[in-house]
């Protein structure tokens, strides 16, 4: 199948214009290249009015599949439309489907666009790290995660929510059950920063 490998989305809201960052799977060497989703000129009115609706199904759909690199509130959204799916027992392959079903109503697909935008468009403030039965998760590779017992600055390590989340999404469901791995937010109580060794009382539970 194949597919765009997406490096970066940029969604200019003035005029509501997209513009991807992406290669194509299947040629190689990998070249990216920066293009226009949907541009005025070349398509009718309605898929020009429905561009976020379009990104959205192409998103879902594995045509447009995220890389790494990708800004972390794009993989965030991604993520978490993915947990709502899974916790509201949604097929994404059918939901995909839906608008073909409804004569190319790409419409119909609006209100889990909306729960994929608040995702999207959510604002969480603090510091945020991965803690285990293992300890602190430091790093998270595609394959794998490095952990460390004990860190004396874990500050060093912590990371924006999504960022985090991203992270913890990232590490098989099998891994996080079997080693407890779970977010949390740094909290400091004592107003200086001198120390950076950081106790039970000072953490909270996020997940």
């Known amino acids: 199948m194949s597919y765009e490998i997406v490096k970066s989305i940029s969604h200019r809201k003035k005029d509501n214009k997209i ?15 920066r293009w226009e989703f949907l541009p005025d000129g070349k398509y009718d009115e309605e898929k ?3 561009r976020e609706l379009y990104l959205f199904h192409d998103i879902i759909g594995g045509s447009l599949q995220l ?5 972390e509130k794009w993989r965030y959204a991604e993520n978490k439309f993915y947990e709502y799916c899974k916790d509201n027992n949604i097929s994404t392959s059918d939901l995909w489907d839906l608008p073909y079903q409804e004569g190319n109503n ?12 608040g995702y999207l468009e959510e604002k969480k403030e603090g510091k ?33 929510f999504k960022k985090i989340y ?42």
């Open 106 to 117: 790409i419409e119909i697909l609006k209100p889990y666009y909306e729960v994929f935008k």
């Open 67 to 71: 890389s790494g690199s990708v800004n």
């Open 48 to 50: 020009i009015k429905n």
């Open 166 to 207: 991203n992270d913890f999404s990232n590490i098989t469901k099998e891994n996080r059950e079997r080693f407890n791995i779970e977010i949390k937010e740094l909290s400091l109580e004592k107003e200086n920063n001198d120390s950076l060794d950081i106790s039970k009382e000072d953490m909270e539970l996020i997940i």
């Open 128 to 160: 945020y790290y991965l803690n285990s039965s293992l300890g602190y998760i430091l790093k998270v590779n595609k394959n794998n995660f490095e952990y460390s017992p004990y860190v004396p600055n874990i500050d060093k390590y912590c990371k924006n």
């Open 19 to 33: 513009f991807i960052t992406s290669a194509c799977n299947n040629v190689w060497p990998r070249s990216f290249s």
